[in-house]
């Protein structure tokens, strides 16, 4: 019912950076919450950035002042904004939304296929 198609990923040299974006469609009433979050091979997957409904943001301490989550409601489609890349960025990059979708009463979790993000001269 509800479908993630990520975008932006790819190889890009240490100091550079990317925008990836996340666009969400189905049945969705409304977006609240939204995440990405990344994971490398052999780690957890782990919270990059946060945006609540509410307008809060809040970033993963190794992200602070180079990433920054946005979001276009009238899209449905949510941005990550990555800048002054480094090797530890390397990771597979998931976008995250609660949202309310047409036939359910409560809000459910919806996840991204993942898109690489590779740093690397």
């Known amino acids: 019912q509800v479908r993630l198609v990520e975008s932006g990923g790819g190889l890009v040299q240490p100091g550079g950076s990317l925008r990836l974006s996340c666009a969400a469609s189905g049945n969705i009433l409304s977006i609240y919450t939204v995440a990405w979050y990344r994971q490398s091979p052999g780690k957890e997957r782990e919270s990059v950035a946060t945006d609540s409904s509410g307008g809060s943001q809040i970033y993963a301490d190794s992200v602070k002042g180079r990433f920054t989550i946005s979001r276009d409601n009238a899209k449905n489609t949510i941005y990550l904004q990555m800048t002054s890349l480094k090797p530890e960025d390397t990771a597979v990059y998931y976008c995250?939304?609660?949202?309310?979708?047409?036939?359910?009463?409560?809000?459910?979790?919806?996840w991204g296929q993942g898109t690489q993000v590779t740093v690397s001269s």
């Open positions: 995250y939304i609660d949202a309310l979708v047409i036939g359910y009463s409560r809000l459910n979790g919806y």
